[in-house]
């Protein structure tokens, strides 16, 4: 069973653009849904997480989850060539310390200045 | 800012052979992870570590696969004979315990190439 599905990409975009980065999941358990930001050759970094469903927003980005069709999306306004990386949307089945994450395959994002 | 360091960045070894990949957690931290991601694929759990035992794990950790925290900072992942298939980044994570939701902070990961 494929836990979380999320489109490759690549993804490419001009500067000052609005990007869009979506994912579904599979298990109605899951309570928690993360954003992770990966540069090259580094480890997952932590953006947003969001619980259940609803929007949150920080800055320039906007994390969104609809948990009646198990849908995330991050939304990055006014994209700068500093958010080239990888996107991975990630959820955790609980909050104990220690429930795994579970990843999407992560969309690369370039932005083009 | 406290950060998860791994040593070494990048592991060459022989099909079969031993390796030892260590991890110094955020120090005030009580939970402890590794993950793995082959190129190309999704980042995936491998087993989780709490009161200096395993907590959770996955199907891919098997016997070959082991944890420990040999003092108060380390935490290392020995696989006990490499296979080809073995290769692939592997990233030690932490995290706390508090109130709420508990981010866990990955390290830059150690490249394993096995040959």
């Known amino acids: 069973q494929k836990e979380v599905e999320q489109d490759p990409g690549p993804l490419s975009v001009p500067e000052g653009a609005i990007v869009s980065l979506n994912c579904t999941y599979s298990?109605?358990?899951?309570?928690?849904f993360m954003w992770y930001r990966q540069y090259s050759r580094k480890g997952p970094e932590l953006l947003m997480y969001?619980?259940?469903?609803g929007n949150k927003e920080d800055g320039r980005f906007t994390a969104q989850v609809d948990k009646s069709s198990k849908y995330i999306s991050l939304f990055i306004r006014d994209s700068q060539p500093s958010d080239s990386a990888t996107y991975l949307c990630?959820?955790?089945?609980?909050?104990?310390?220690?429930?795994?994450?579970?990843f999407g395959k992560g969309t690369r994002l370039s932005v083009i200045a | 800012e406290p950060e998860v360091t791994q040593t070494p960045s990048h592991q060459v070894t022989q099909m079969g052979q031993e390796v030892i990949l260590r991890c110094v957690p955020i120090?005030?931290?009580?939970?402890f992870y590794w993950y793995r991601q082959i190129l190309g694929q999704k980042v995936e759990f491998l087993v989780s570590?709490?009161?200096?035992?395993?907590?959770?794990k996955s199907e891919i950790f098997d016997d070959q696969f082991s944890v420990e925290r040999p003092d108060g900072s380390n935490f290392t992942l020995k696989i006990r004979s490499t296979k080809l298939e073995d290769s692939a980044m592997y990233f030690c994570?932490?995290?706390?315990?508090?109130?709420?939701?508990?981010?866990?902070?990955f390290g830059p990961g150690t490249r394993l190439t096995v040959l």
């Open positions: 969001t619980y259940s469903s």
């Open positions: 990630a959820v955790l089945g609980g909050n104990s310390g220690n429930t795994p994450l579970v």
């Open positions: 994570a932490s995290s706390g315990v508090t109130g709420g939701f508990n981010e866990q902070f």
């Open positions: 298990n109605s358990a899951f309570q928690y």
């Open positions: 120090s005030n931290h009580l939970y």
């Open positions: 570590f709490y009161n200096n035992e395993i907590s959770e």
